[in-house]
Each structure stands twice: as structure tokens, then as C-alpha cells.
């Protein structure tokens, strides 16, 4: 009876400093006081023995330090003790690896995290498995299904900065389109490994399933600002639609709206295949807005001639120009599919234009 008493006391004992440190706050703090609350001492003190403070504390931090978290008691609770400090004062082993390191950085940062927060879910590696591989952060919190917090974790032998990773990580670079068919999302597939490696400056199919597509790089959406950026992107896309132009294949859409630019480069890629066919197509096609598509595409027969006209487009539609290019688009939009460039005839005269 007489240990049972014991325990009894010490679990009221554990029990009352949870309460106290799991309970909430008067008021919520504004984003700017947010550090300079959680960094808030504990209105009560944690008691433990004489005996674990001297061995385990002394000498590895102040003890002035130690006075605002601990005191110092005959009546401490060696519940709390076993579950939540004992691992901070004896931390486990750990190696040369980040994996070795997991129950160590658990120890020190989940489980305290925890005790404040016991509905908190904690996930490791959880891209591990799909097709987003490592473009996910290592670690994320979360609590009622909202993610509050976002980690990344090195080991020892990784001299990458962690900090600089999570925040490369806070723009995810891939993109994921849902489809009403899976007869379109076979399509698409097959015709992206179709290009795979012949098309340049396109995007790329990095998984597949049965509604929906993932693709990468993300790119930044925008217009050209300048001649220069301008020819650079022409050249792009006509890099593009010459080799899909050699496989009998047209994009049927090329417009800025598909024209993305990289984020880390001076490159642009053309994406969106949707309505891209083998050239030349017989029938006609009226799922476009007729201003700015080659005008036979919705009457009928039509050929790769159409992206030419496009590209002509891409030209009209940015203010910076001069009046070669200017010139230029308006062979590149002739009224006669017959009497438009080539794509690889488009980029022998760029070639000239810059030289």
C-alpha cells in the first residue's frame, strides 16, 4: 500500500506540471512578439532531486540559467523525471550518420516540443516514397492537420546549410495537373517519353497516375522585359519545335501563357502538350481562341506551320521590339501555311539578327 501511495502522489505530482506547462495562453501574440513569448520562462518551476541536479546539470550550464527552469526539491516527481528529462541529461547515443542521429535530435527537440503540445504529429521523410522525392522538407509539425513548422536535418559529414535547403524547399518546383480522362493521361504520357531526351527546353512527366499528371521544373510565369530576354526565349522555343517538328509532331498551343522561364537560369522551356498531334492533322480544331491561333486550324487540315505562326505571335505581343522583328513576324504569320519559316530556318535568321 505503501508504494502504491507513492505512485499515487507522483502521478498527481506529474500530472499538475503538465497542466502547467501545457496551459494556454490569456491572449494570442502578434506575429512580432511571437519569439519574445515563446521564450517566456514557465510561471512554475520543474522540481527535481538534489542528487540528479548536481550529477546531471553542474557544471554543463549556469546555474543561473538552471534556476529560472528547475528547482531544487525533497517532493519531485521521478515520473517526469524518467519521461522528459532524463534523456536530456543522458541523451542517446548517436554516430557518424543524420539516420544515427534521429533518437538524439528526437530526445532534445520532439519530446519537449510534445509535452506542450500533445496533439502535435511529427513526419519524417515523408516524400520518401512518391515522386517528389527530396523537393520535400525533411521534417514537418503538424498539428489538426496544418502544418505550423518545417525542418531539414544534416548530419555530421554534410557541410550543405540546412537553413538554405528549407528555404530553397519553400517553392516547390513541380507542378500537378488533374485530368477528367485517363485515355488523355495515357496520351500525354506516352507522348512525353516520346520526346524525352530528342526535345529540348520542354517540360518533363516525373510521375503518372491514373487522373493526374506531375511535371517539373515549376518556372516562372512572365513575359519578356527586354529584346535580349526576348530572343532568348525565341530561341528556346524554336530549339523546342524544331525537334518536335522533326518527329512529325506540332504543339498546336504555343503562346506566353506556355512559355515558362527557370527560376535559377536565363532559359525558357515550352510546356502544356495538351493538344499537341502528329502533323499534319486532317481534321480541324476549335478548342482555341481564334486571335491568337494560325487561322486554318479551325477550318481543317493543318501542319506544324501553325507554331511557326505562333511564334510569330510570341513576337506581336511584346512591346519590346524593333521593326526587324516586327518585319520578321509578319513573314512568320503569312497568310499561306506554305510561305511561313521553318522552325530551323526561324533560328538561322535570330542567328543573323544578333550577329
Known sequence: RGAAFLKEKDDELFFAITRSLRA???????????????RQRPDEKIPIPLA???????????????????????????????????????????????????????????LP???????????????NHTSTKNLRPDVSCLVKYACLARGEEKGPGNTADPAAELTDKLQWMYVMKHYDSSEVVKNLWNLYQQMEGQVPFIDH?????????????????????????????????LSALKALHSMYLMHRDVQWENVMKHTDCQEWFLINFDDACQSPSATAYTKMTVHNHAPEMQLGSH???????????????????????????????????????????????LSSYTS
Open 205 to 237: 512527366v516525373i510521375s503518372v497516375q491514373s487522373h493526374k499528371l506531375l511535371f517539373e521544373p515549376k518556372g516562372q510565369k512572365c513575359m519578356p522585359s527586354s529584346i535580349k530576354e526576348l530572343i532568348e526565349a525565341l530561341v528556346c522555343v
Open 52 to 110: 540528479n541536479y548536481e550529477q546531471s546539470f553542474t557544471g554543463q550550464c549556469s546555474p543561473d540559467f538552471l534556476d529560472e527552469f528547475f528547482v531544487k526539491s525533497d517532493t519531485y516527481c521521478a515520473r517526469f523525471w524518467s519521461a522528459y528529462l532524463n534523456q536530456i541529461a543522458e541523451p542517446p547515443a548517436y554516430a557518424t550518420t543524420e539516420d544515427s542521429f534521429h533518437s538524439f535530435w528526437d530526445s532534445l527537440i520532439v
Open 303 to 349: 501542319d506544324k506551320s501553325v507554331d511557326m505562326w505562333s511564334v510569330g505571335y510570341l513576337i506581336t505581343s511584346i512591346r519590346s521590339r524593333d521593326s526587324e522583328l516586327d518585319k520578321y513576324a509578319r513573314i512568320l504569320m503569312h497568310d499561306n501555311p506554305q510561305g511561313r519559316p521553318t522552325a530551323e530556318e526561324a533560328l538561322q535568321w
Open 24 to 38: 494556454q495562453p490569456n491572449f494570442l501574440p502578434s506575429r512580432a512578439d511571437l519569439l519574445r513569448f515563446l
Open 113 to 127: 516540443i510534445r509535452l506542450g503540445c500533445p496533439e502535435l504529429q511529427w513526419n519524417r521523410n515523408s516524400s
